[in-house]
Structures are given as structure tokens and as C-alpha cells.
């Protein structure tokens, strides 16, 4: 069991390779991951229980003792992508389906990989992750709510079927999840350790399917979409770190923000999309998903450099 945890835990870190590799595949060879799609809601379902899993009520005792700190970032999350989003998608007078993906993928919830980021880059783990869940739990309301105050010029949208979607993929499986770590604690807690193995596994395989079926929509517009998500990602970043200054929060609270903010659930923007929409409007969440891992490992190897220098402040800048 120790050796399957070392390997979940290796490939959890190595996450964005494996993305990579996965979307590369599925680039050279689209038929590959085909069978993949019909199943996209069922491998996010799984990672969201295995994210309810995780959880335990001591992971929500910051909620009592900062919740300024809680709300900030919640908020901070469900204005500033979804924001940023619309006005990238309007400056760049995107294509409706390219839009909606991109405004998708901003109206999401925080990622769980933002919980590892934090602790690589030395920030506040224990907000993070209150900061995730809470924001998850919220999203089967403000994701519908914020995708369709935002996309609806775009393409007709049903906010009322991407609640109920929502609420299937992500909210009844963390309450399961959660559920089941209450009453099964010890199980729950030596099964954790495969947790990271079988979330990198889902959402690879998401990425995979989402590439093949898209792929010559890819190379029309692949470079458009980088370029759009590599924006979306750093204001992500830049705007989520300011917004917990201005607020007065530690340093290491600026730190949690900013990766909060920054990085998505980009594999539940994956799944309504294929549900909703074309293949296209899942290509900004499935390049989300590779290049936030990537990116979010530069940020906190700077910022872990940085600590390592010297202590860490709130006076401190970034």
C-alpha cells in the first residue's frame, strides 16, 4: 500500500506531464480516447467524491477563525475569472463556440490541484482547501448563474439543466464522498492515499477525449486558445493576489488567493461543455487543465525560492 501511495503521490505531482502526454496522443491519434466521451460526467463524478473523500469537519474550523479570509477568495473566484473571461472572449472577438468555452471554464469553481500548489508554494494549505470546497459547493447555484448572466449573447444557454448537471457531477458526489469519510473514517483515510492516482487517471482521460473529438477545430484555432487561456490564467494570478492584498490578508494569504483564483475546475468546464455544447467549446477547459499545472508550479517554486531566502512578511511583495 505504501508503494501505490508513493506512486499516487508521484504522479499527482507530475500531473501536467501526464496531461500533456495525454493530449498529445490524443492529437496524433483522435480514435484513441473516442470511447472516453459518453463517460466524461461519470469520471468527473469520481473525482469529485474522491475530493468529498478527503474532507473532514477540522477542514472547515477557518470558516470560524478567518472567515474574511474564506469569503475574500470565494468571491474573488466566482468575479474575477468569470470577468476576465468575458472580457477576453469580447476583445478578442472570439468565436461564439471558443467564448462560451472560455467563460465556462472562468464560471467554475476553484481546482483541487490549487491545494497542492499552496503547499508547494508555502502558502495557507488550511484556506485553500476552504476555500475549494466552499467554492464547490456553491458552484451547482453561481456556475449556471455567472456562465449565463455572461455567455447567454453568445449561444442559447439552459442555466436551469447546467444546475441540475452540476449538481450530479460535483455536488452529489463530494456530499457522498464527505458522507462516506464520516462514517467509513478509517477506510476512507487509507484510501486516500490512491486518491491522486485515480484523479490524475479521470481527468487525463477527460482531457484525451476532449482533444480527439476537437482536433480539427484544434488546428484552426489552437493558438488562439493558448493564447487566450495563458492570459486568462496570469490575471487569474495577478488580479486574485491583489484582491487579498487590498483586503489586508497575510502574505501567505496572498499567496492562497492568487492560486485559488487562478487555477480551475477546468475538468468540470470540460464536462458541461461536452455536455452542452461542441468539442470546440471544451478546448479552452482541457488546455486549462495542462497549462495551470504548469504554470502553477513555476509560481510556487518561485514563491517557495522566495520563503527560503527570506521570512515571509504581509509587508512582503511578490
Known sequence: MESLSRFSRFVGQTFALWAALFAGIAFAAPETFKWVLPHIPLLLGVVMFGMGLTL??????ILGRHPKAVLVGVAAQF????LTAYALAAGFNLPPEIAVGVILVGACP???????ITYLARGDVALSVAVTSVSTLLAPVLTPAVFYLLANQWLDISAGAMFGSIAQMVLLPVVAGVAAHLLFRKQAEAAAGALPLVSVAAIVLIIGAVVGAAKPKILESGLLILGVVVLHNGIGYLLGFLAARLCRLPFSAQKTLAIEVGMQNSGLGAALASAYFTPLAAVPS???????????SLLASYWAAKAGKKQESPDDSA
Open 286 to 296: 482541457a488546455v486549462f487543465s495542462v497549462w495551470h499545472n504548469i504554470s502553477g
Open 79 to 82: 468575479v474575477i475569472m468569470p
Open 56 to 61: 473532514s469537519p477540522a477542514d472547515f474550523k
Open 110 to 116: 476553484g481546482g483541487t490541484a490549487s491545494n497542492v
